[in-house]
């Protein structure tokens, strides 16, 4: 492909950023996580997010306690094979084993799951904005990918994080941001990774469902054109976006067909269908609402080009930590809850979803024309 | 596609979810803005993440579904809005006069069809001069066109400029007093208007000037339009000058749409409330290399899935400098294309849908019945082929299977 170019601005000649064979297995690797009726397990909660989990449980926050932990969610029965595309794994947890000297990565692996890796270094703030921030770990990053590909991983995530607020997002933390999701998205695609892109916005604040619409649109297409100018290879990236939702102190209450149809309307304003699919988080949402709500966005009438489905942390997990509680007696009870939350979100990305007393399919009728999103 | 047209289906009931809550910040606003003029107080803070309205729901729907029932099923457009100047080109070809009267005489033509065109025709632009143009009985061909079903748009630029610096890239103008020419229009008949902007391929273009300027015209011009009731077809041409291939000038095209896209949402544009009228993904005129409909296709649905987002209700084709026939065939191997394509896939055609007629014409009378069937031939030929079922006419002997190769070189 490499041909003499003239010295003259040659933004139009486009210099070769992918092979084909690289861009298939880019894009295999995006649709087998999103398979129907599965999503992603975001286990890569870093030392100092366990501990917030740990600590209310009682559990002291140790490596070995981490390991246990993640060893109750990882050996799992067959039942979450057909849910569970992927497992988003922190950097330590990619590298310990089962009881019996299996690595996590190998056991992930070996039942058709795609094994991925949290590679952001955290937030850093943005001087000069009212409390605003960008993510830091593009340092080395193409080498810790090449090595993360060879330990197993397929994928990766990096998150990024906006506020709303009076004054936020402000133009340069969505710029920003977006650049730097674009930048780790390129390098990813280089080293064979699938990269998920995350610019979550906060549900911090009163703000009401439109203001949420309105901010999602216009970071995500901010995102999108950085991807653009970066020339990442859409087709092989998937998106964790939030959903579209009411800050939690807006004293309005909305439904999950009001929910799901602000997303669906956000999302196919920003997101180009060639991307292969959205895996929403589920931020400080309940399990329960957490399914119900992916379930109405599957259920909503619009044309949806792209799978709709989940990259839980807290909403597949919280359960099976309360579960837990540090005891080795409460394993499989733990297991259990897991295996339960990961089953009802593989139905709420088909759209089939029931909680216990809701008739399923009265809830197409409730939703109304979109003109109002 | 089938979702969205049942879209018509649901109860517009206007529940709570239309009267929103008014936060202390929004109070300020005012809620019936219809006229963008007013202006709302603001607070000192950079409020760039409150939503100043732009439209009432009333004026989105009027717009979501003119644009849906442009692009209906088996529809699509006839571009009948040469200017003065470019049916001077059409009718020196034929050994017409470029009169006032022959243009009258040669749209004329093509908007007695019979009713066989109602079925594939969703919208006719118009050039100015023939909006308030009438056939010989004296209808307006205005009326001669919505009393069939057919919507009326009109083309508003003023022809392209020259951007300064630039190796001969160009913006085009016609914003000036925009709203109020939209204002009329939409009295004298017209729900949708069309704006050209173009793009040439070249070792240096189009420079990052050019994109940026072009989309942020288009941009302007889709907003203003959609104040006032009418739906802007927004129309990035690439053109097919040059020796570029097909690669080129895909990678273009992803350029320049993911550069329009982002201006309509900084301008506030609502999607659904608009059409896109862009290049198919062609090789360059003078290219050596030869590419089957099937390539064209992957190349065009690529490029469009990977900018053009879902919200969009159609994408309405250019012929550009395409034949007839080639146009046509391209056409249907779009809609083949098996990659998800969530947009109406049409025709916004001129000369792709005029060359026969007015061949057929050349200026005689007595050859107007035998031009307007040509005409209707190939509106009837591009309604197959925006259905995907048009495999080529006499000229083409294929049995019209179409053969995807993988989409990954793409």
């Not at chain 1, 400080?284 to 909503?300: D, F, K, M």
């Not at chain 2, 803070?45 to 692009?71: D, G, W, Y």
Request: glycine letters at 8%; one cysteine or more.
């Amino acid at each position: 492909m490499t041909q003499g170019y003239p010295p003259t601005a040659t933004m139009t000649h486009q210099y070769p950023s992918l092979t084909a064979e690289q861009k298939k297995e880019l894009q295999d690797i995006a649709q087998r996580i999103v398979a129907p009726g599965k999503g992603i397990l975001a286990a890569d909660e870093s030392t100092g997010s366990m501990a917030k989990r740990l600590n209310p449980i009682g559990v002291e926050n140790t490596e070995e306690n981490r390991r246990r932990y993640r060893q109750l969610l990882f050996t799992a029965d067959q039942r979450v094979d057909s849910c569970i595309g992927g497992v988003i794994f922190f950097h330590e947890t990619l590298y310990q084993k089962t009881d019996d000297g299996t690595p996590f990565a190998q056991l992930i692996k070996d039942r058709g799951i795609v094994v991925g890796i949290k590679v952001d270094k955290g937030v850093v703030p943005l001087a000069g904005t009212n409390g605003e921030t960008t993510t830091q770990g593009l340092d080395g990053l193409s080498e810790r990918c090449a090595q993360y590909k060879k330990d197993g991983a397929d994928f990766a995530k990096w998150r990024c994080v906006l506020k709303i607020s009076e004054t936020t997002p402000s133009q340069l933390a969505i710029l920003e941001n977006a650049n730097v999701l674009a930048r780790y998205a390129s390098i990813c695609q280089q080293n064979g990774i699938v990269p998920i892109v995350e610019p979550e916005i906060l549900p911090d604040g009163e703000h009401d469902l439109k203001r949420c619409q309105y901010v999602t649109e216009k970071v995500l297409a901010a995102v999108y054109k950085a991807l653009s100018d970066h020339h990442v290879y859409l087709e092989g990236t998937l998106l964790k976006p939030n959903m579209v939702t009411p800050g939690h102190s807006c004293p309005t209450k909305f439904s999950g067909e009001e929910i799901a149809m602000a997303t669906v309307t956000a999302l196919r304003r920003t997101v180009p269908p060639a991307v292969t699919g959205v895996t929403f988080l589920s931020g400080g949402q309940s399990e329960e609402e957490a399914s119900v709500n992916l379930n109405a966005i599957n259920t909503c009438p619009l044309t949806k080009p792209w799978a709709l489905t989940f990259s839980y942390g807290r909403a597949l997990q919280a359960s099976a930590l309360n579960a837990w509680k540090g005891e080795l007696s409460n394993e499989k009870a733990a297991t259990e809850e897991f295996i339960k939350r990961a089953q009802a979100n593989g139905l709420a990305a088909l759209g089939k979803y029931k909680t216990s007393g809701s008739a399923g399919a009265a809830a197409k009728s409730l939703y109304v024309a979109n003109h109002a999103y | 596609m089938v979702e969205d047209r049942s879209y018509f289906g649901y109860k517009l009931e206007l529940t709570e979810t239309l009267s929103l809550p008014i936060t202390s910040s929004e109070k300020q606003l005012n809620h019936h803005m219809v006229n963008s003029s007013t202006k709302p107080a603001l607070t000192d803070s950079p409020r760039m993440t409150h939503q100043f309205p732009t439209l009432s729901e009333a004026q989105k729907r009027e717009l979501h579904e003119t644009a849906l029932r442009i692009v209906s099923p088996g529809k699509g457009i006839l571009a009948a809005d040469e200017s003065v100047g470019s049916m001077a080109k059409r009718l020196a070809q034929v050994g017409v006069e470029n009169t006032e009267e022959n243009r009258r005489q040669f749209r004329q033509i093509l908007f007695s069809a019979d009713d066989r065109i109602n079925s594939c025709i969703g919208g006719v632009i118009f050039f100015h001069e023939t909006l308030y143009q009438h056939s010989d009985n004296g209808v307006p061909f205005v009326k001669l066109i919505r009393d069939r079903g057919i919507l009326v748009g009109v083309k508003v630029d003023k022809g392209v400029v020259p951007l300064a610096g630039t190796c001969g890239e160009t913006t085009t103008q016609g914003l000036d007093g925009l709203a109020e020419r939209c204002a009329q229009y939409k009295k004298d008949g017209a729900v949708f208007a069309k704006c050209r902007c173009v793009l040439k391929i070249s070792d240096s273009n189009p420079s990052k000037l050019a994109i940026t300027e072009n989309a942020n015209v288009l941009a302007r011009y889709s907003s203003i339009c959609q104040q006032n009731g009418i739906v802007p077809v927004i129309e990035p041409e690439i053109l097919p000058d040059g020796d570029h291939d097909l690669k080129r000038c895909q990678y273009v095209t992803e350029k320049v749409l993911a550069a329009v896209y982002k201006a309509m949402s900084d301008h506030h544009v609502y999607l659904e409330g608009t059409l896109l009228k862009p290049n198919m993904v062609t090789p360059g005129h003078s290219c050596p290399t030869k590419y089957s409909p099937e390539e064209v296709a992957m190349a065009s649905v690529t490029a469009m899935r990977r900018t053009v987002p879902p919200a969009v209700p159609g994408i309405c084709f250019l012929s550009g400098g395409q034949s007839e026939e080639e146009a046509s065939i391209h056409l249907s191997a779009i809609n083949n294309c098996p990659l998800a394509k969530p947009w109406v896939l049409t025709f916004s055609f001129g000369r792709a849908l005029q060359a026969s007629a007015l061949r057929a014409w050349r200026g005689h009378k007595e050859n107007e019945k035998t031009a307007t069937e040509q005409f209707i031939k190939r509106a009837e030929v591009n309604s197959l082929a925006c259905q995907g079922k048009y495999s080529g006419g006499d000229n083409y002997g294929e049995a019209g299977h179409c053969v995807f190769g993988s989409c990954h070189a793409y």
